[in-house]
């Protein structure tokens, strides 16, 4: 598991080596000698465990090459590294937009806990009566 990204999806064998690493960084930190550049790289899918090569010559690349010829999982993401993974970001200006304030995950949350309260009380006070009016009102005092 690379500690530099954290959403790595692929592994890259590095030709000097011919070691597995996560990323660049890996490599530099646990080997005594440069990463040697290449146009053809040989990657290992993690998530179905396959390996694959992609030539980096072939000119442009389109979107159908961010994804492992096996399992069409997307390997070409924004890398997520740990001091990514430790800020706060706000993307709208000042946090005025009441779209970035307001919490969306559950609409009708205060309205349930509104209801629990009303239902607890009401239960509360049927049971007070029930029990002035019973033989055992000693038993819900």
């Known amino acids: 598991m690379c500690k530099h ?16 690493f996560d990323c660049p ?14 146009y053809e790289l040989t ?9 694959f090569r992609i030539d980096l010559r072939e000119g442009e690349r389109d979107e159908a090459d961010e994804f492992c010829p096996h399992c069409d999982n997307h390997y070409v993401l924004e890398a997520v590294t ?5 800020e706060l970001r706000i993307e709208a200006e000042e946090g005025k937009e009441s779209e970035m304030i307001r919490d969306t995950r559950d609409h009708n949350k205060e309205r349930r806990r509104q209801h629990a309260m ?24």
């Open 25 to 38: 960084q890996c490599h530099a930190e646990s080997q005594d000698h440069e990463l040697e550049q290449s």
């Open 43 to 51: 990657l290992a899918c993690k998530k179905c465990k396959k390996v």
């Open 5 to 20: 990204i954290l959403n790595a999806q692929v592994a890259i064998r590095a030709p000097c080596c011919r070691r597995w």
């Open 118 to 141: 009303e239902d607890a009380d009401f239960l509360t006070q049927h049971i007070k009566k029930m029990a002035a009016q019973s033989d055992f009102n000693g038993m819900y005092q």
């Open 82 to 86: 740990p001091e990514d993974k430790a």
